[in-house]
């Protein structure tokens, strides 16, 4: 099942793509575009491939064949400037990765100095407005250390944002908190969505999906099963595959 096919060029652009570490095919031909403004979940069983999608995207991994393209940009062009490629997309993971021996603050800047070249005040300025979007603007001067796991996933969402990136990716970005520090995230998330930033979300929380996502995206085993709004992939899923994986985690 198709979803109604949505106007416009396509943000991001994936195409035949293929990944394989050694002798295991762990993508298999994927192909999704994502628009503009949309919000796209991808769900499915561990192992499936969803990270590996994430991360051939960003060229944290390099796919073994396919395209990806974001906006203009041909991402698996071999002599793309990959620090092109990151200033457009941002990436927040599972643990937060934040620098220990840096100041949240300071979390929020090292990348716009040394990736854009931007310092002293205005990447100051341009922090504290993206610590403020995930309510951590009173937090600044603190250490990741005495900050929670969530308000450490809020600023690693901060930091990224402070690169002005078009498209922003998250790999189970709620996974490794504690349950009562997950709505935090989910809530800084929503408010991203309804900003309309063009968003691909890697999650377990199927009641976020089925609120936020513009479109559900179900894969197993390296290729995506099926995928539709949150009302037909998770309301009412056509493969068996899908039903069997949706028991299990509703
Ligand atoms: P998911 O995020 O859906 O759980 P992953 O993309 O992390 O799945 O992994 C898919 C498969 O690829 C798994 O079998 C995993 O062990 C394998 N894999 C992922 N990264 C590597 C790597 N760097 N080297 C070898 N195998 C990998
Ligand atoms: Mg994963």
Redesign the pocket.
């Known amino acids: 099942m198709q979803p109604d096919p949505v106007e416009g060029k396509p943000l991001v652009d994936i195409r035949g793509l293929h990944k394989s570490?050694?002798d295991?095919e762990?993508?298999k031909g994927i192909d999704l575009q994502v628009h503009p403004g949309e919000v796209v979940c991808v769900i499915?069983?561990?192992?499936?491939?969803?990270?590996?999608?994430l991360?051939c995207v960003n060229l944290l991994?390099t796919p073994t064949a396919g395209t990806v393209r974001i906006g203009e940009l041909e991402v698996t062009d071999p002599d793309v400037d990959i620090d092109k490629v990151r200033r457009h997309v941002g990436m927040v993971f599972q643990q937060f990765n934040l620098f220990p021996h840096l100041s949240v603050l300071r979390n929020c800047t090292i990348a716009q100095d040394k990736v854009l070249g931007r310092r002293g005040e205005e990447a100051d300025r341009v922090a504290r407005a993206n610590l403020a979007r995930v309510n951590l603007d009173d937090k600044m001067d603190e250490f990741p250390a005495k900050l929670s796991g969530g308000q450490q996933q809020r600023v690693a969402i901060a930091r990224a944002l402070s690169m002005d990136p078009e498209l922003m990716l998250f790999?189970?970005p709620t996974s490794a908190l504690d349950p009562e520090l997950v709505g935090d995230v989910l809530t800084v998330m929503r408010r991203l969505a309804e900003e309309g930033m063009t968003m691909l979300v890697?999650t377990h929380e199927m009641a976020f999906a089925r609120e936020v996502a513009s479109r559900v995206v179900f894969?197993d085993d390296?290729t995506i099963v099926e995928q539709g709004t949150p009302d037909q992939v998770i309301g009412a899923p056509q493969e068996e595959r899908t039903r069997e994986f949706l028991r299990r985690v509703l």
């Open positions: 570490f050694g295991l762990v993508l499915g069983p561990s192992g499936s491939g969803k990270s590996t999608l991360r991994e790999d189970e890697v894969m390296g």
